[in-house]
């Protein structure tokens, strides 16, 4: 039965790089509150006191870390030029929410506050408690933030975001789509962060007349139960009326990995929080040597919107310097290249005329290649050449505006590749991705109208078992089929006709990545509004470095 968008929430992110949404299970007292009849069929009360405070009140102790091997893993720097400190500033939400609220005009504020409660966490969070919507507009351009809520709002996922959620419900469901805890019930001055570390009265009290927040040792946020849920996310499909009328699983990187070998070894944070390896203190200020500290770089994968927050940055607000953000922009390529996949040639030979080319690859992640939010891409560019160096077969070039050569998508919205066992042609191309629809089966990018998927041959970590995945992480489209696509990797022939081309041939081999997708980006273009026309005229400025090969391989074929 359809369900009117007044009386239930929309679940929805624009970003991949966090997800919060206002499933939140508020924890309110009586002290400092008043009573409200229910919101959105929760019963809510009003917290007449701050319960976040901006990143610049840790700062000031959390920053010039160094450790003993000379490198800088300050936590304020880090985060700063992150994009979960960069989260309100993000063009792309921008461009997204608006292209959201004009398809769904009369669900605008619940869209809003919806979309707030991902890139706007405090803000939102702290609006709800005191019975209001959050809007997300009317917080922006960030550079021009005045009020308390203004500031709360731009300062993105912020440290008290993140070290006052609780983990009373990690792992659950309803802990999902941002239905984290954080108690509302002490005033600032008695609220209390969490951290790995004991921690003795004398710091405590440093803390606390610096910040306001009571420090408590809790190893819960360790857990990969607290990235899940930020980032375990469904979305409502709405129709022309504003009624729900389905649910997508848009990102779930969490499930992912809890149906892969990395389960048991490597949690969300050894990977995107990395520890350093010697021991190291947590504070500029009366800091003692800790093992086993967390870096706050949060690498991801997003270095194309990271590059557009630096060249932009007078115009979005950006607070890391610009040496800051080129050094974020380096961690998060490396690590794309080093650890997310690797390329082979398997197996390579000439027969009848044909250059039968077998190449695998493996995926390195602990989920799948790409995950989270679906613009993102991984694609074979395969190439051959001949002994005078010209190019005699080409599948997955890409073009200076960031789209594919011969990708059916790119060269029409309405269209995509499908998913391939061997490629015997130019124009076929193979892309690793997420492709969702609407109702009526149409090739669509906006979430909201979304209600399946009907393309995910997103490469598989590994001991992912495709055949008994749940339907919220399954394989879509012809790769459920393809013995060859399995847990941790994918193998794909190229049968290629070479009839009088002369040897030696080289065939060069190259994976490639892009955050945002040709066609994500250029369908936000008839949207005319500021939002929209901003982002589509960054893309198209620098659409020539949407993209980075993850890694390569090439062979001489005689």
């Not at 624009?14 to 499933?23: C, D, E, K, N, R």
């Not at 190439?383 to 005699?392: A, E, H, L, M, Q």
């Not at 012809?478 to 030696?504: H, M, S």
Request: net charge negative; glycine share 6%; with cysteine.
């Amino acid at each position: 039965m359809a369900k009117s968008v007044n009386k239930h929430l929309i679940f929805i992110i624009i970003l991949p790089v966090l997800v919060i949404s206002l499933g939140i299970s508020f924890n309110f007292g009586t002290s400092d509150s008043v009573s409200v009849p229910q919101v959105h069929g929760m019963d809510v009360t009003i917290a007449n006191h701050l319960l976040f405070q901006t990143a610049d009140n840790c700062l000031s102790c959390h920053n010039n870390l160094i450790t003993s091997s000379g490198e800088d893993i300050s936590f304020g720097s880090s985060w700063r030029a992150s994009m979960m400190a960069n989260s309100a500033r993000d063009p792309y939400w921008h461009a997204a929410v608006r292209r959201e609220v004009m398809d769904h005009p009369e669900s605008q504020a619940f869209i809003e506050n919806e979309c707030s409660t991902c890139h706007m966490p405090m803000a939102h969070y702290q609006a709800n408690a005191n019975g209001k919507m959050t809007e997300v507009f009317t917080n922006l351009p960030t550079n021009k933030a005045v009020t308390q809520q203004n500031l709360l709002a731009i300062d993105g996922v912020s440290c008290t975001t993140c070290h006052q959620i609780q983990g009373d419900n990690f792992g659950k469901r309803e802990s999902f789509v941002g239905g984290f805890l954080i108690d509302t019930l002490q005033p600032m001055g008695q609220r209390e962060v969490y951290g790995p570390y004991p921690v003795d009265a004398g710091r405590s009290k440093i803390m606390h007349s610096s910040s306001g927040f009571q420090q408590k040792e809790s190893k819960h946020i360790q857990q990969s139960e607290m990235c899940a849920t930020c980032h375990t996310l469904y979305t409502h499909t709405l129709d022309s009326e504003g009624e729900v009328i389905g649910e997508l699983p848009e990102q779930v990187p969490y499930l992912e990995w809890k149906h892969s070998s990395f389960v048991d070894d490597q949690s969300c944070q050894s990977c995107h929080m990395p520890e350093v390896q010697d021991s190291t203190v947590i504070s500029s200020v009366w800091g003692q040597p800790r093992k086993n500290v967390s870096r706050h770089s949060f690498r991801g994968g997003n270095f194309f919107m990271m590059s557009m927050l630096n060249r932009y940055r007078d115009e979005l607000g950006v607070q890391a310097l610009p040496q800051e953000m080129d050094a974020a922009i380096n961690r998060t390529i490396d690590h794309l290249q080093t650890k997310s996949a690797q390329i082979s040639i398997a197996n390579a030979y000439m027969e009848n005329n044909q250059a039968i080319v077998d190449v695998t690859i493996n995926n390195l992640a602990g989920h799948k290649l790409p995950t989270a939010y679906p613009s993102r891409r991984v694609w074979i560019h395969f190439s051959v050449t001949d002994r005078n160096g010209s190019i005699v077969f080409e599948s997955g070039a890409v073009r200076p505006d960031g789209s594919i050569v011969g990708n059916a998508n790119d060269d029409n919205d309405g269209k995509y590749e499908p998913h391939y066992s061997e490629i015997t042609s130019q124009d076929q191309v193979q892309v690793y991705e997420a492709i969702m629809a609407d109702p009526d089966g149409k090739v669509t990018t906006g979430l909201l109208t979304a209600i399946q998927f009907i393309k995910d041959n997103r490469i598989l970590p590994d001991g992912f078992d495709k055949s008994t995945a749940k339907e919220d992480i399954a394989v879509q489209g012809q790769a459920f089929d393809d013995e060859d696509f399995i847990g941790g990797t994918d193998r794909i022939r190229f049968r290629i006709n070479l009839k009088d081309i002369e040897g030696p041939l080289q065939i060069d081999t190259k994976l490639y990545y892009q955050p945002i997708a040709f066609r994500w980006a250029q369908n936000l273009a008839p949207y005319d509004s500021p939002e929209t026309n901003r982002f589509v005229n960054y893309y198209d400025s620098m659409s020539k470095s949407t993209s980075v090969a993850l890694a390569s391989t090439k062979i001489t074929l005689k």
